[in-house]
């Protein structure tokens, strides 16, 4: 996946960077952020496009009920929507961090008086922004296409606020985190995109998650992916379903409990690992 890298500041940029405030800081860098994401076409159509694509195949091939009244695609659908949010934030941090650290982007910012936590400010507004647009668009297709049905109490709204809130917190720190990991801009990729291919094939996003093999169960149980994907079953399936989880219900605290875990476990990976240059640069 290719990336257009935005200019580094200018002394024009530091200038005003000097009088604005922190607000007006923080949503400059992310328009910034997310106009360099609309003007990458590839990124756009991948993040995007590719989990409504593939909630249109697999509807397709697998039309069967795994439980009275939940259909396969209601079911996939809730692990899209979470693979969609981890996509937008840890894969694609994951990788775009990497070719900004490689070409010196992130060496001329740490060089202006622009506070280095506006850069990071800038890429949590972009994936917000990007990660409501992809789920609203997964929603309206599969509302439209599939009978999906909507949230129908406050309660359920609710879970599903806390539940993305968390989730992609989690995975935009450890997609910060990773992003350390590539020596090279060509090589972020090759270290991003395997790690979330078999997050999603190991915690319900593809397959029911009581289908896969025992000891793929406990090793997804260990990241954010499959706890996003069991929480937001919680909103879209009936409660009854719940009895189908490996825990007997679907657990929402212990969700909570270990997507919150996640978050402070990247935030500390990014405080200890994360840097401004290349290692060629020392």
């Given at each position: 996946?290719?990336?257009?890298?935005?200019?580094?500041?200018?002394?024009?940029?530091?200038?005003?960077?000097?009088?604005?405030?922190?607000?007006?800081?923080?949503?400059?860098?992310?328009?910034?952020?997310?106009?360099?994401?609309?003007?990458?076409?590839?990124?756009?159509?991948?993040?995007?496009?590719?989990?409504?694509?593939?909630?249109?195949?697999?509807?397709?091939?697998?039309?069967?009920?795994?439980?009275?009244g939940v259909s396969y695609t209601q079911?996939?659908?809730?692990?899209?929507?979470?693979?969609?949010?981890?996509?937008?934030?840890?894969?694609?941090?994951?990788?775009?961090?990497?070719?900004?650290?490689?070409?010196?982007?992130?060496?001329?910012?740490?060089?202006?008086?622009?506070?280095?936590?506006?850069?990071?400010?800038?890429?949590?507004?972009?994936?917000?922004?990007?990660?409501?647009?992809?789920?609203?668009?997964?929603?309206?297709?599969?509302?439209?296409?599939?009978?999906?049905?909507?949230?129908?109490?406050?309660?359920?709204?609710?879970?599903?606020?806390?539940?993305?809130?968390?989730?992609?917190?989690?995975?935009?720190?450890?997609?910060?985190?990773?992003?350390?990991?590539?020596?090279?801009?060509?090589?972020?990729?090759?270290?991003?995109?395997?790690?979330?291919?078999?997050?999603?094939?190991?915690?319900?996003?593809?397959?029911?998650?009581?289908?896969?093999?025992?000891?793929?169960?406990?090793?997804?149980?260990?990241?954010?992916?499959?706890?996003?994907?069991?929480?937001?079953?919680?909103?879209?399936?009936?409660?009854?379903?719940?009895?189908?989880?490996?825990?007997?219900?679907?657990?929402?605290?212990r969700v909570a409990l270990v997507l919150?875990?996640?978050?402070?476990?990247?935030?500390?990976?990014?405080l200890g690992t994360f840097r401004w240059?290349?290692?060629?640069?020392?």
């Amino acid at each position: 996946m290719t990336t257009t890298t935005k200019p580094a500041p200018t002394a024009a940029d530091a200038t005003r960077t000097r009088r604005a405030g922190p607000v007006a800081l923080g949503l400059r860098q992310g328009r910034l952020e997310i106009t360099q994401f609309l003007r990458s076409r590839e990124s756009v159509v991948f993040t995007m496009g590719f989990p409504v694509v593939m909630v249109l195949i697999f509807a397709a091939i697998f039309n069967d009920e795994i439980a009275p009244g939940v259909s396969y695609t209601q079911y996939f659908v809730t692990g899209m929507i979470a693979a969609g949010l981890m996509t937008v934030s840890f894969q694609n941090l994951g990788i775009w961090i990497p070719i900004e650290r490689d070409r010196g982007v992130l060496k001329r910012y740490r060089g202006t008086p622009m506070p280095k936590w506006v850069y990071f400010a800038g890429k949590v507004i972009m994936v917000v922004v990007i990660g409501v647009a992809e789920t609203a668009l997964l929603l309206a297709v599969s509302v439209a296409l599939f009978d999906l049905k909507l949230p129908a109490t406050a309660g359920k709204w609710l879970t599903f606020g806390w539940v993305s809130v968390l989730g992609v917190t989690a995975c935009t720190l450890c997609g910060i985190a990773i992003s350390s990991l590539a020596r090279t801009a060509r090589s972020g990729s090759a270290v991003v995109t395997p790690v979330a291919l078999v997050l999603q094939f190991i915690s319900g996003v593809f397959f029911v998650f009581t289908n896969l093999p025992g000891w793929m169960q406990q090793v997804a149980a260990l990241f954010p992916l499959k706890w996003m994907c069991q929480g937001l079953r919680a909103v879209f399936l009936p409660d009854g379903f719940g009895a189908r989880e490996p825990g007997g219900s679907f657990e929402l605290d212990r969700v909570a409990l270990v997507l919150a875990a996640w978050c402070v476990i990247g935030l500390l990976l990014c405080l200890g690992t994360f840097r401004w240059t290349t290692r060629r640069d020392g």
